[in-house]
């Protein structure tokens, strides 16, 4: 019964019950909306570092993380069984092996330093962002290809074209200064220009025969399930791998780590900012509906209804008010989300974002957990201010608030 | 407005001081925070702006057209002491450093990289740059003549390199000659920035001019200074280089896009925050109001019949929530001024920040920005919101009958 009441109480003063609730659907709206934006900047700045080779975890020779030489090789795959064994397992949706080197790049116009990869070509395909790139020429066919990958910017900067021929020089082994003449086969280009300038690739067996190294890589690349829940992943990546030093792209890249820490902080901040700002509003009006009521609260309590009862009454009152503002404000976001979810095009204030690591659509991001947090944050909290009027409520002296005309 | 309209807005205001006190307190609460959110935007971003400028760019830099798009040895500065001696005196400053840049393989006894030198005159490098205090062994370059070489901490490190040890340029002069030379590192700097710290080599100016056949050339003349003087500068040294050909004044927005764009990308999300926050205290304003006027339906039948016309009841009701606005806006605006002065003079940390001030090249402590600018808009905005969010219950008002409104409770 006392639902009841409540639900009528509810709705005498239709139109204030109504600012409220679309105050409180708002106020969901805006900290469901602006965490999908934050969450889907940040997610893509973790898939373009992944895809930027990183991977989800990677492998390296002790030592090479220091000093990125040819000096630091893996041992060849077939060397250590077990890491190959977890290599085919099902665990891992893909992985590569690189040599990973720095070198110079000289066309007739300049010169450069780049980082010279040494891919696998088919195996590279899905792991990293290469294949997908390539604008003009083709990607590379085999790990003999002897035809470079190079950036569009990097291209430009060397003033020279597809097919044309660069000079690479790095070191051998044995420090040896080394060179050779390659032809452009490719030209890629990706949203952000760093990684175009940063690397140029080849067939592994090619950049072999260039460094005159035996048959190690530098490093192995894999991507997992899925990155947020990659700890027994590394753990047995590591124990198949003893003998090498294993990271994952958190590590490699403390940076994106720290901003997922900070953007949770965050989150939280803001939801509870909003709530803040929605709090005033509610408090107000559950303390308008108290006050306009509080002859009809005496003369309940009068009759014999318990104090208890009262406060039970406005705090049910507040719960409607809240579940339905909160429902009307998630299918409101889920709506209006829905027709974005293949990004936004945000290219006018996107080139400042590119060396945030970001490219220029935008792909709103929904999580689970934030939008559960902004439901109990608004719910939990809006009962905890709800409280103080309802307990004023339930407060009143029956005489005196009969006996009262106003307040 | 009469004084009796704004004698009974006042009243009314008060009638529920509870009620009204609440509704201030939202605006306050918004008013507040969005004072302190802007003023420590603003102050983030002029820090980021400083930190990055001081590091290499400075605030502008005189350049031969086209060689910041496609930095070409041959594309240089004529006698360019003689230009910055020029600049020094045109704006009487002494932070203005010529540099000239060239690209060599650079090799220790183990490894060889190819790296970009910088050659810089290590007197005026000091009063631009970050980097002459940031050395972490061993010391800065000691006179713009002398034989020696400083490096960046990660450079160092893949060259297999200490303070003390040797090591050879090997690259092309300006003309196409071979420029070569065997230089001892005298200290490593660190700052931070893991891009300078991978790929700078600096050496004296006058070393550099030998080895890379230069003359007297240099591809940049550096301005350091400060910030808020910048349009000054701009003017001078504009009509200074005006009548020498080719040269270009490039102010840091050109030598930095990203910086600025990352500013205005940020700028642009924040703003999305507090629009939200403004219409949700813009609803907590039209209920107070429509409430405010639903329960006076009966009175306002009264004055209706006594022949105050609606017009002037719709002015009564603006001003009362005129009124509160404004007094939110100005108890807002002198909270939120006071908080973040303190917070300008304390510096705010947030935790995780390091890795992305370091990422940045920020200091790990922020210093709010109280000015005109950071008090002024958030405030002025949820005034006007308020304001405007009274027009529902004023648009109400108007089609009122004296008689039905008389019947209402």
């Known amino acids: 019964m006392i639902s009841r009441i409540a639900w009528r109480n509810l709705w005498r003063n239709r139109r204030r019950s109504i600012i409220m609730l679309s105050a409180i659907s708002l106020g969901i709206w805006g900290m469901i909306w602006m965490t999908a934006l934050m969450r ?32 630091y090789l893996l041992p060849p795959l077939n060397k250590s069984p077990a890491l190959q064994k977890l290599l085919a397992s099902d665990e891992v949706v893909a992985w590569s092996e690189r040599i990973r080197v720095p070198a110079v790049i000289r ?144 590590q490699l890249d403390p940076y994106l780590g720290s901003l997922l820490g900070v953007m949770d902080g965050f989150v939280l901040i803001w939801f509870i900012v909003i709530f803040l700002a929605l709090s005033f509003g509610l408090v107000n009006t559950l303390m308008m509906a108290v006050f306009e009521r509080t002859r009809e609260i005496g003369l309940i309590q009068a009759l014999g209804m318990k104090p208890s009862y009262i406060l039970l009454m406005i705090l049910i009152e507040s719960i409607a008010m809240l579940l339905i503002g909160l429902t009307a404000g998630n299918v409101l976001s889920w709506l209006t989300i829905l027709p974005l979810k293949n990004g936004i095009d945000v290219s006018a204030v996107a080139s400042g974002l590119e060396w945030a690591g970001m490219s220029s659509t935008l792909v709103p991001a929904v999580k689970t957990y934030d939008v559960v947090l902004a ?33 | 407005m009469t004084s009796t309209t704004y004698t009974l807005a006042w009243r009314n205001i008060w009638r529920h001081p509870r009620r009204t006190l609440l509704t201030i307190s939202a605006m306050v609460f918004a008013d507040v925070l969005l004072v302190f959110m802007l003023g420590l935007q603003l102050g983030q971003y002029r820090m980021m702006i400083d930190n990055s400028l001081a590091l290499v760019s400075g605030q502008m830099q005189v350049q031969v057209a086209g060689y910041l798009d496609d930095p070409q040895m041959y594309r240089s500065i004529p006698e360019a002491d003689q230009l910055a001696v020029q600049i020094r005196k045109t704006i009487d400053l002494e932070a203005v450093s010529p540099r000239a840049y060239g690209f060599a393989l650079v090799s220790s006894e183990k490894r060889t990289l190819g790296v970009q030198i910088s050659g810089v005159e290590p007197y005026y490098e000091q ?105 000054q500068y701009k003017k001078a040294i504009s009509t200074l280089i005006k009548d020498r050909d080719k040269l270009v004044l490039l102010d840091w927005e050109t ?75 100005v108890i807002g605006i002198v909270a939120g001024s006071l908080l973040t002065f303190y917070f300008s003079k304390t510096g705010i940390s947030y935790p995780g920040m390091e890795e992305m001030s370091a990422r940045f090249n920020l200091p790990p402590l922020i210093l709010p920005e109280v000015s005109l600018r950071t008090v002024i808009p958030g405030p002025l905005a949820v005034f006007l919101a308020s304001v405007l969010s009274s027009l529902y219950p004023i648009w109400h008002m108007r089609k009122l009958n004296p008689v039905q409104a008389m019947q209402a409770a």
């Open chain 1, 40 to 71: 889907g900047m940040v997610d893509q700045m973790i898939d373009s570092s992944i895809e930027t080779l990183s991977g989800h975890i990677q492998i390296h020779a002790p030592g090479y993380m220091d000093d990125p030489s040819i000096e």
């Open chain 1, 107 to 250: 066309s007739e116009r300049d010169v450069y330093a780049v980082t010279l990869v040494g891919i696998d070509p088919a195996r590279e395909r899905g792991l990293s962002f290469i294949a997908e790139s390539i604008t003009q020429g083709s990607y590379l066919s085999s790990v003999n290809d002897n035809r470079l990958l190079l950036g569009k910017k990097l291209v430009e900067r060397l003033e020279t074209r597809l097919n044309r021929r660069v000079v690479l020089m790095s070191q051998d082994p044995d420090n040896n200064i080394t060179e050779r003449g390659f032809r452009i086969g490719g030209i890629f280009e990706t949203s952000l220009q760093a990684t175009e300038t940063a690397y140029v690739f080849a067939g592994i067996e090619t950049v072999r025969e260039l460094l005159k190294s035996g048959p190690g890589v530098s490093e192995i690349s894999l991507l997992g399930q899925d990155y947020r829940n990659l700890d027994s992943l590394l753990e047995k990546t590591r124990s198949a791998a003893s003998y090498a030093d294993v990271q994952t792209w958190l």
């Open chain 1, 375 to 407: 439901n109990a944050v608004v719910l939990v909290l809006g009962l905890l201010a709800s409280l103080f009027p309802a307990w004023r409520a339930s407060r009143k002296v029956p005489i005196e608030a009969i006996t009262r005309v106003w307040q």
């Open chain 2, 127 to 231: 009063l631009i740059s970050t980097i002459p205090g940031l050395i972490s062994s061993g010391r800065y370059l000691s006179s713009a003549s002398a034989n020696e070489a400083v490096i960046g901490s990660t450079l160092a490190r893949n060259l297999k390199l200490a303070a003390g040890d040797e090591l050879t340029l090997l690259g092309s002069g300006r003309d196409g000659s071979m420029a070569a030379a065997v230089l001892p590192v005298v200290g490593i700097f660190n700052t931070g920035n893991r891009d300078i710290d991978r790929q700078i080599i600096a050496i004296p100016l006058n070393s550099f001019r030998q080895i890379f056949s230069m003359g007297n050339d240099a591809h940049s003349i550096i301005i350091g200074g400060q910030r808020d003087r910048e349009e």
């Open chain 2, 255 to 329: 030598l930095l896009p990203g910086l600025k764009q990352v500013i205005e990308a940020d700028f642009f999300s924040a703003w999305f925050m507090y629009a939200v926050l403004i219409i949700l205290v813009a609803f907590s304003m039209l209920n107070t109001i429509l409430m405010s006027v639903l329960e006076r339906t009966h009175e306002f039948g009264i004055l209706l019949a006594l022949g105050v016309r609606h017009s002037k009841l719709g002015r009564i009701i603006l001003t009362e929530s005129t009124l509160l606005a404004l007094t939110g806006m």
